[in-house]
């Protein structure tokens, strides 16, 4: 099994900033991607953004110049930098992990979402 806690979000203001951050735990052998998704009320869940165990990262468009994706892989953990937010930031964000457990089967595990809520 492995475990995915996201934490920091809240309420904030229109241009204001927010760190996410997730950690993974449990039975992990190594840790492929990990990435940010976001579910807005009525809509389906998007991918915010996505980075690689080497490094690579992908962003939507929406995202762009605005959030930053980094991690540490020697704690399995991925942040999610969102500066300038604006009220359509406003949703669930879910972080998602992709790797193999120690039984050498892959794995992709979401958390439970942390709530992020931009005020105009």
């Known amino acids: 099994q492995v475990q995915v806690v996201e934490s920091g979000g809240g309420l904030v203001q229109a241009g204001g900033s927010l760190r996410l951050s997730c950690a993974a735990s449990g039975s992990i052998f190594s840790i492929n991607a990990m990435g940010w998704y976001r579910q807005a009320p009525g809509k389906q869940r998007d991918l915010v953004a996505a980075?690689?165990?080497?490094?690579?990262?992908n962003y939507a468009d929406s995202v762009k110049g605005r959030f930053t994706i980094s991690r540490d892989n020697a704690k399995n953990t991925v942040y999610l930098q969102m500066n300038s937010l604006k009220p359509e930031d406003t949703a669930v964000y879910y972080c998602?992990?992709?790797?193999?457990?120690?039984?050498?089967?892959?794995?992709?595990?979401w958390g439970q979402g942390t709530q992020v809520t931009v005020s105009s």
């Open positions: 998602n992990v992709k790797g193999l457990n120690r039984a050498w089967a892959d794995f992709g595990s």
């Open positions: 980075i690689t165990s080497g490094g690579s990262t």
